[in-house]
């Protein structure tokens, strides 16, 4: 809100200068220390598309920026059956990666769909996650792919799956020291698909205003064995619809759909903003549930996998 | 934290003092000069700051300048090695695809980047590629076709369809119109032509100059502290904090300015340099800086403490006319602006006895003109007391004039240069607070001052669109002919006047010059609100009530019967007719328009018969070409400080005034106009004016339009007045040059001077056009005997324009335009989500001058009105604060938003205009907004009759249709009665 006393209205003004202590470490350890000094005074910068953006409209005050650029080997795709996605990866990376094939063929489809080439050139998959913007696109396809995180700090490495990081809009699980330095994407099963259904404004470079992410996997009869649904947008993080994504277990994808939408719906906790109302969101939802779910299971039929 | 840093820019190092926060933009642009790179948004949200990092286009805006040690940086300074243009900038300027300039060069960047990657993208690919970079002034076509040119096998399609338009538009259509006027345009060499435009080269390496990209000897920094609330009494204004920070210069609130209130219509000045008891919108001015530097300035700001006394605020113009609302301005009572009332034959008695009846409610949205370029100036002192002032202004004149009211100085004192401007769209067409403050903070430091807006702060000075609230009665007779129609509107204006009166009067004014309207009644009240100001839009004032007319006109269609297209054509304005309220309509062809779109567009195989969720609609616009009347009474005065003039029915002075000067060799003129070039390209078309009014080739001619010392008074950009207006100038001063010149021709070809001829640089006489004497040698005679080969020109509209009624200057025009269009969409059914597929559209410009240019501003118009039907909206929370003051919150259609476009010029000839020319730029805006809604009408079977059309808006309506059980939607407001 704005600030009254200082007069500037809502300080979205976004020309205003950043005024930061730069720090850049050449390796991890390195950055940890500079963590471990600045503490909550302190942000890490990857690619600083969202970061520059909060520090020049005062959203965010930091005094240190600690940036990652000099980090270099956290920016590789690697498939060996699981996927191992560098923190530091680029979105454009991901965007027109060979080595994402198969199911992970959606990842590639959700980069496409953010933001603009300039920022996806910048922006990176850790960015994307850690600032746990509810309306970050790569967290709900990676949720569904059942992604998980790898935190690391000098007292060691965990391990997270990336649906139990987030908190609540801009928090996460990650504690002060802590960085994200990979994303892994474990192999999917036969007979996986998973599909993202994206809605928003513009064509071009536009955010999500409602998003709903999709995976399933079928028995050889047809009936889902498992299922995950991720929205996006439409609560104050990613979240997932586990009630709907029960209620198709073992069930035929047209048994099972009409319940599995409304209960995707009920999940939502959308809010009113300029972009949509809350009412119209929550319709959203629904039909993003659909698009997503028959995508998704469209890929599982065809899926041969190996 | 300052460090010396090595950063490689277009393959040299350079060492530069980097502050740990410092954008990679502002190192470009401030410290190393290459200002080549634009600062449209400083959000990541534009693209005007794309440069390649180690060949990747990213936004300079959001890159720490540190960070980039070792990586190679291309700016668009990097691209033409050795003064050769890269392919892709020849075919940016051989396609038409600069305007303004200011996104050209980071479209260049990201096209480059694209075709290094990809030699043969598909249309898909480029659009893909171009997405993060937004323009507005092309509308996408011309770029796309830009980049087109250079894949190699140069999709041949597009650029044949712009072929064939110009041979249509120029030698074809010239030798038609020379038989139709009895006039001879076929010999010309330099109008009709699709002339490259003459800044062009310039804008697409990044040379151009923009105010933003100069750096005066000695020049500090301004900002301006804005109102942080809608409403309220300034109890305290403390600046001692400010003051006593190291690097401020000078600080300023309402006691430091001159104590004139200035605006726009002389008998509303309601604004204040400086606010110095209330503030009436957020945004509201309250104080100014001046400082070392930038971020002192703006740190500055934070420092100044102002005790506010709230005041209840009223942001509803249907709630602010009520009794009892708060009073924006103790001015204005029930804080009505302006009233108009006009009332032209019987409205009422034409209902009774009409085949049909149809009475609508419309509502409008607030649309900002959003050039890509924030406005800016520097203003500096001369020692013996002149100003200068380099503004990006689009009416240098009214800058100039409104100064010397605010600071009580004599024009001539005043000089105001107008560098490039990266687009204006009207915004830019008052005079701002930005020029008035860092008049004054020079004046107290005796240093240039510089002041930028930045993105946010264009959009809480706003004067964007007003919001109309319009309810619409037309009544026909069985065949569909219009017997009667009635229009009511509230516009809703902001705080100040601005434009708004003028915007008030065209709402109304504009409406009967397309059809024949027998009886007519508009009311508008202009209401006061506390928002900002609104002002003058492209179209000003119409495009909504032409929206509102264009739907009701489709639907009282639909209810008869009767297809759109021929209801159109029964209606249609004819040429040589006087309207109903007084409005000389010369060369129309309105109807050439109808039937252009209803052949290419294919309406009568697409019109009911496409499968539901796709959509055709046709509507239809016009335009004045340049105001009849200037914006104050009177001569140009040398003081102001005399009381109001007596109205006269004519021009007091001439409206454009041009001087040539031609080079003592004769080999290169001179062109001396105040015309404001702000991207819709009136350099290069007046250029190729002078040079057709001499006889010589238009390269030879330099413009000199940018400096009042230099280029006498032309009134500036606004109400499409250049192209008629300044072209007659421009022309009445190149046929003096060449009237000079005959008795030497004359003498060198022995012929009589009346019958010497000057065509392409050489003379002949009319009787032996093989005896020629080369031009350039005429002149060098010229200024042999008699020194400075000098001619001028000016140009007054026609005296007497209009009826005699209040308010009837306001519409007045020496020639008007017409178009035509139809829009296709395709709807998703379950989201509400339109894609705008497609524009066929024709217009009526008069001559084009120049047919490129022609099909650029139609491209332009149509994607900018496309936007602001179905996504363009400047939204305010409960407490009037501003929630989408950026580019990523007020949506504008990117190049993968914008639609295909065809558009043709139909043959036309204006006596009035030069050459035959009439208006383009505002025209075509006019019947896009129509053409979207009726097309989405068709798509879905809902109206939406409240902009924007937005998905949600559709889906409500249709399922409301789904379920008529339910009452339909509840529009957010419906229109209360004015007052009468
Ligand atoms: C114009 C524009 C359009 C956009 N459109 C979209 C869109 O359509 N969809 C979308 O999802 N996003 C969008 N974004 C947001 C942004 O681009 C993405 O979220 C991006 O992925 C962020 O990555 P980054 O590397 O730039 O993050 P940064 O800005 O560098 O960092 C973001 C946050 O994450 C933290 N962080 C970064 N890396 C790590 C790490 N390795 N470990 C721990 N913490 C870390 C930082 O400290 C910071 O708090 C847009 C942004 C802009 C400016
Ligand atoms: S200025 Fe960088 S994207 Fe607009
Ligand atoms: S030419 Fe693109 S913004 Fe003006």
């Known amino acids: ?306 | 934290m300052t460090e010396l840093r090595t950063l490689i820019i277009n393959g040299e190092s350079h060492a530069v003092a980097i502050q740990s926060g410092e954008t990679l933009l502002d190192v470009l642009r401030d410290k190393l000069r290459l200002t080549g790179t634009k600062k449209g948004c400083d959000g990541g949200d534009c693209g005007a700051c794309t440069v390649l990092i180690d060949g990747t286009p990213m936004n300079a805006c959001l890159q720490l300048a540190s960070t980039l040690e070792g990586r190679r940086i291309t700016t668009i300074e990097g691209l033409a090695a050795g003064g050769q243009l890269t392919p892709l900038q020849r075919a940016f300027i051989d396609q038409g695809a600069v305007q303004c300039g200011f996104c050209t060069s980071g479209m260049i960047l990201s096209s480059t980047a694209l075709l290094e990657a990809n030699g043969q993208p598909s249309a898909e690919e480029i659009k893909h590629a171009l997405s993060g970079n937004l323009c507005r002034c092309t509308g996408y076509a011309a770029i796309l076709r830009a980049v087109e040119q250079c894949t190699g096998k140069c999709d041949d399609c597009h650029r044949d369809k712009h072929d064939a338009h110009s041979d249509a538009t120029t030698n074809g259509h010239l030798r038609a119109q020379a038989r139709a006027n009895g006039r001879d345009l076929s010999s010309c060499t330099n109008v009709g032509q699709p002339v490259a435009r003459i800044d062009a080269a310039d804008k697409v390496t990044g040379r151009a100059t923009y105010t933003a990209d100069i750096a005066l000897p000695n020049m500090v920094y301004g900002s301006i502290l804005m109102s942080p609330i809608a409403h309220g009494l300034i109890k305290r204004i403390d600046t001692s904090r400010a003051r006593s920070l190291p690097g401020v210069l000078a600080v300023i609130t309402g006691a430091d300015v001159p104590q004139n209130t200035y605006g726009v219509s002389p008998a509303r000045y309601d604004e204040e340099v400086l606010a110095r008891a209330k503030v009436r919108h957020v945004g509201d001015p309250v104080a100014a800086v001046a400082a070392v530097d930038e971020a002192t300035a703006q740190k500055a700001l934070t420092l100044i403490d102002v005790e506010y006394e709230e005041l209840p605020a009223v942001f509803d113009a249907l709630e602010a006319v009520k009794p009892g609302a708060p009073l924006v301005h103790d001015r204005y009572e029930r804080n009505i602006n302006t009233h108009v009332a006009h009332n032209f034959g019987d409205v009422e008695a034409a209902f009774a006895t009409s085949h049909h009846v149809r009475e609508e409610v419309f509502t409008g949205n607030f649309v900002y003109q959003c050039p890509m370029e924030p406005q800016a100036a520097i203003a500096y002192w001369e020692h013996d007391g002149r100003l200068v002032l380099y503004s990006s202004t689009q009416a240098p004149h009214y800058v100039q004039y409104m100064l010397a009211h605010v600071f009580h100085m004599p024009l001539g004192q005043i000089r105001v240069i107008r560098p490039c401007v990266g687009g204006g769209f009207g915004v830019k067409a008052a005079t701002n607070p930005l020029e008035v403050c860092s008049a004054v903070l020079s004046r107290m430091t005796g240093r240039p001052v510089k002041i930028v807006f930045s993105r946010s702060d264009t959009f809480h000075y706003y004067r964007g669109r007003h919001k109309q609230h319009m309810r619409f009665k037309l009544g026909v007779d069985a065949e569909g002919r219009i017997t009667a129609f009635k229009s009511e509107i509230h516009l809703d204006g902001g705080a100040y006047s601005s434009f708004g009166v003028a915007t008030a009067y065209y709402a109304g004014s504009m409406i009967p010059t397309l059809y024949k309207i027998p009886n007519y009644r508009y009311d508008g009240l202009r209401v006061m609100t506390n928002k900002p100001a609104c002002g003058a839009m492209r179209g000003h004032g119409v495009p909504q009530p032409r929206f509102a007319f264009e739907c009701l006109l489709n639907m009282v269609a639909e209810d008869l019967n009767i297809d759109p297209i021929e209801i159109r054509r029964r209606n249609a304005m004819t040429p040589n007719t006087t309207t109903v309220n007084g409005l000389e309509i010369g060369s129309c062809e309105f109807l050439a328009t109808i039937d252009g779109v209803e052949r290419d567009s294919h309406w009568n195989a697409k019109y009911g018969k496409l499968p539901r969720g796709r959509g055709i609609g046709v509507a239809s616009g016009g335009f004045v070409s340049g105001a009849g009347y200037c914006i104050y009474r009177g001569q140009v005065q040398a003081q102001h400080e005399k009381g109001p003039e007596k109205f006269q029915k004519k021009s007091i002075f001439p409206h454009a005034n041009a001087v040539i000067r031609v080079s003592e060799d004769g080999m290169a003129a001179f062109l001396m106009i105040g015309a404001a070039e702000i991207g819709q390209g009136s350099d290069t078309i007046l250029v190729q004016i002078a040079a057709e009014a001499m006889g010589i080739p238009h390269t030879r001619m330099r413009m000199r339009s940018e400096d009042s010392d230099i280029s006498p008074l032309d009134l500036g950009s606004y109400s499409s007045r250049v192209t008629l207006m300044a072209g007659n100038a421009v022309a009445a001063a190149g046929e003096s040059v060449l009237d000079r010149l005959r008795p030497f021709a004359a003498d060198l070809l022995g012929c009589a001077p009346d019958e010497v001829r000057a065509r392409d640089g050489m003379m002949y006489s009319a009787n032996d056009t093989t005896n020629t004497v080369d031009w350039a040698e005429v002149a060098r005679q010229f200024f042999n005997e008699h020194g400075p080969l000098v001619g001028t020109g000016c140009y007054k509209p026609p005296d007497g324009l209009g009826g005699d009624y209040k308010g009837a200057t306001v519409g007045t025009s020496p020639a008007y335009s017409f178009g035509t269009c139809c829009c296709e969409v395709s709807v998703d059914l379950e989201t509400g989500k339109v894609h705008v597929d497609r524009f066929t559209d024709y217009h009526d410009c008069g001559t084009a001058i120049n047919p490129q240019q022609v099909h650029g501003q139609v491209e332009g118009a149509i994607v900018m009105g496309a936007g602001e039907a179905i996504m363009e909206d400047v939204q305010f929370d409960a407490t009037g604060h501003l929630l989408n003051p950026n580019l990523h919150g007020y949506l504008i259609m990117t190049i993968k938003d914008a639609p295909e476009i065809f558009s043709g010029i139909v043959d036309s000839y204006e006596p009035r205009g030069p050459y035959g020319a009439k208006e383009i730029g505002e025209g075509a805006t006019l019947p896009v907004m129509g053409a979207v809604a009726h097309a989405i009408k068709n798509a879905t079977g809902v109206w939406i009759k409240d902009l924007p059309i937005t998905p949600e808006k559709i889906l409500a309506a249709l399922k409301a249709r789904e379920a008529p059980q339910q009452s339909p939607p509840a529009y957010k407001e419906a229109v209360g009665r004015p007052a009468s």
Request: aromatic fraction near 4%; charge should be positive; include cysteine.
């Open chain 1, 1 to 306: 809100m704005a600030n009254r006393r200082h007069g500037v209205p809502d300080r979205k003004s976004e020309n205003d200068m950043i005024t930061c202590e730069l720090h850049e470490p050449a390796d991890l350890q390195e950055a940890a220390q500079y963590l471990r000094q600045y503490l909550d005074d302190s942000r890490l910068l990857a690619g600083g598309t969202d970061l520059l953006v909060d520090l020049k409209t005062a959203r965010v005050e930091a005094r240190h920026v600690i940036s990652l650029h000099r980090i270099t080997n956290l920016r590789t795709i690697e498939n060996r059956g699981d996927l191992r996605i560098g923190a530091l990866t680029t979105v454009a990376q991901l965007e027109n990666s060979p080595r994402l094939t198969g199911a992970f063929t959606v990842l590639r489809e959700a980069a496409r769909q953010m933001a603009s080439p300039q920022i996806r050139n910048s922006a990176t998959v850790g960015g994307n996650i850690a600032s746990a913007v509810p309306c970050a696109d790569l967290p709900p396809v990676l949720g569904v792919l059942n992604a998980s995180l790898t935190l690391w700090s000098p007292k060691g490495e965990r391990q997270i799956p990336l649906t139990e990081f987030f908190s609540g809009p801009r928090a996460t699980a990650r504690r002060e020291e802590e960085i994200l330095t990979t994303i892994v994407v474990p192999q999917p099963p036969p007979r996986f698909g998973a599909a993202y259904a994206r809605f928003s404004l513009r064509d071009g470079n536009s955010i999500a205003v409602a998003s709903v992410a999709a995976s399933l996997a079928l028995d050889g009869h047809g009936a889902i064995s498992a299922c995950r649904l991720m929205l996006g947008a439409v609560a104050p993080i990613p979240k997932r619809a586990v009630q709907a994504e029960q209620s198709l277990a073992g069930l035929t994808l047209v048994h099972g759909i009409n319940d599995a939408i409304a209960l995707a719906t009920q999940a939502a906790e959308p809010i009113t903003d300029l972009r949509a109302s809350a009412d119209y969101r929550r319709a959203l939802v629904g039909i993003l549930t659909r698009r997503a779910l028959t995508t998704a299971h469209q890929r599982a039929r065809e899926a041969t996998n190996d």
